[in-house]
């Protein structure tokens, strides 16, 4: 039996048709992965289907019935649940509270908190979650608080449940645990749609996979162990991706860039303990470390965003010490975190964007005025050369698709060729072929002899791409090696502050 059918759904943004016509069936009991380069349409199709987006055209049936879906309230009336890749969780409150809020079971005027932390432990136990109804969710890792999230669906009775890029802040080690509970639920006879960028993950949980491309659907339902990584990539892009990865030989310099004993309190809670590390010309330095133990504000130290309570910081050689703009003029580029929050102002077009921070340089400005006709040949050029899916350079970045975003900042840091790249997440949410595009060039930035930090939680890419790699935890450095002495298991051990790893 079919959970859910689409038919022919068609969605218009003003000229831009981002669904064409599209059928797409997810049946009872199985987890389906929908697949798609940048702007695809995917995000956009489970939107109309949890009712955050109306469609054009189109009809949509769950479980053999006629649906409307005007509001995300409704969906979840028919039992439809989705997890976004940003979560929704009130830390200061417990596991039972976030999951109840909006449907808490009553006992009078009040709540029943005692019977709903049963309700709720309950479910935790049947689908063995692992984790305390009674815990605050500020006490609780990444991927229990994502747990946190499908509980919520789950107790909102969601038979169908929907999950956006539920991987890209994950551990391998959580990633296998979101697994193991993905498998529970389908065996409890749900439906899971899973989107992912990671086609290795696909292969390894997915019963069934459906391709868009640039919003038709190219391929529907087709059986996931009948297809290969590289059939994935082929069908998704729609030319050969090369996966394999030989590494290049390397020739590094001098030391480029180096920190000594920084330390940093935020509201008087020590971040960073007396963390050293240094990076040579030609060299990238993978930082791989589960997300929350200091990344982001080594990030901001490394980028002038903040200042540290103490802390030596050379470049060449020299100390060097500024705000952000003395960074990046002196040539260090940055490729931040959080796209929405530090890399883009989403309601300026693409051309505003990828120029961000360097207006006023003389290409772009002459005597305080805007060279409105080279900057807009710099940005088509740009669009062009990251294949950047929009309309024009003026579209808007909230316009967007989530991967597109990444390109335009990627697209800006690597236009201004700096000498020193602080690169946290470049990868984040784009598609295979960008991955292999953004890949390439950092590598050719290493080749070129310019010194890379990057910060990843991506393990693969940071094994993958580092000459060197360090792993964060609690604030320190507390192992690193060459790129190829830990396998991935073992890394994983050490970021969770495993014992096991020789410092070299
Ligand atoms: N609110 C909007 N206004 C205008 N255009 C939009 C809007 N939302 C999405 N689009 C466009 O619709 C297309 C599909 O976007 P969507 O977000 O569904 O892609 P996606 O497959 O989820 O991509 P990604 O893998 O990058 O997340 C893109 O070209 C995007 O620019
Ligand atoms: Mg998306």
């Not at 003395?326 to 931040?336: C, E, K, N, S």
């Not at 207006?359 to 950047?388: N, V, Y």
């Not at 693969?460 to 450095?477: C, T």
Request: include cysteine; charge should be negative; charged fraction near 25%.
């Amino acid at each position: 039996m079919e959970a859910v059918q689409m038919r022919s759904i068609t969605k218009w943004f003003g000229s831009l048709c981002a669904l064409d016509h599209v059928d797409f069936s997810v049946r009872e009991g199985e987890i389906h992965s929908l697949l798609g380069e940048n702007g695809a349409g995917k995000s956009t199709l489970m939107n109309v289907l949890y009712g955050m987006l109306p469609c054009d055209e189109g009809e949509v049936l769950i479980h053999g019935k006629p649906a409307q879906i005007r509001h995300p309230s409704q969906a979840i009336e028919l039992g439809i649940g989705m997890v976004h890749q940003h979560f929704m969780l009130t830390p200061v409150m417990t596991v039972t509270e976030n999951v109840i809020v909006g449907g808490e079971p009553v006992n009078g005027p009040f709540v029943d908190y005692r019977s709903a932390v049963r309700q709720v432990q309950e479910m935790i136990d049947r689908y063995h979650f692992g984790i305390d109804a009674n815990t605050k969710v500020q006490n609780l890792s990444v991927g229990e608080q994502q747990r946190v999230e499908i509980l919520k669906a789950l107790y909102r009775g969601a038979n169908i449940l929907i999950l956006d890029e539920p991987t890209a802040v994950l551990t391998p080690q959580e990633v296998q645990e979101l697994f193991a509970v993905l498998r529970d639920l389908k065996a409890a006879g749900k439906s899971i749609i899973i989107i992912t960028h990671k086609l290795k993950e696909t292969a390894a949980i997915a019963d069934r996979v459906s391709v868009l491309r640039s919003g038709k659907m190219i391929d529907s339902g087709l059986e996931a162990s009948r297809c290969s990584v590289n059939d994935l990539a082929l069908m998704m892009v729609g030319r050969k991706v090369d996966l394999t990865f030989t590494r290049r030989s390397q020739c590094v310099g001098q030391v480029a860039f180096e920190v000594q004993n920084l330390n940093l309190a935020v509201k008087g809670v020590p971040v960073l303990k007396n963390l050293s590390l240094k990076v040579r010309k030609g060299q990238i330095l993978g930082i791989a470390g589960i997300e929350g133990n200091g990344q982001t504000e080594l990030i901001e130290v490394l980028t002038g965003l903040r200042r540290p309570d103490s802390a030596v910081i050379l470049k060449d050689g020299k100390p060097f010490s500024g705000n952000a703009s003395d960074f990046l003029t002196a040539g260090v580029g940055h490729i931040p975190e959080d796209r929405l929050s530090r890399g883009l102002v989403t309601p300026m077009s693409i051309e505003d964007n990828v120029i961000l921070g360097y207006h006023r340089r003389p290409r772009f400005a002459g005597k305080g005025i805007r060279r409105s006709a080279d900057i807009r040949a710099f940005a088509d050029e740009k669009l062009a050369e990251f294949q950047i899916k929009a309309e024009t350079v003026q579209t808007p970045c909230s316009a967007l698709s989530g991967g597109n975003q990444q390109k335009v900042i990627v697209a800006r840091v690597f236009s201004e060729d700096p000498d020193i790249l602080i690169a946290a997440q470049p990868t984040r949410g784009v598609d295979v072929g960008a991955q292999e595009f953004i890949h390439n060039r950092l590598l050719d930035l290493r080749d070129e002899g310019k010194a890379i930090v990057l910060i990843s939680a991506d393990l693969d890419e940071v094994r993958r791409l580092s000459d060197r790699v360090a792993v964060i935890y609690d604030g320190r450095i507390v192992a690193e090696n060459d790129h190829d002495v830990w396998d991935e298991m073992e890394l994983g051990l050490l970021m969770t502050g495993g014992k096991g790893g020789v410092t070299a």
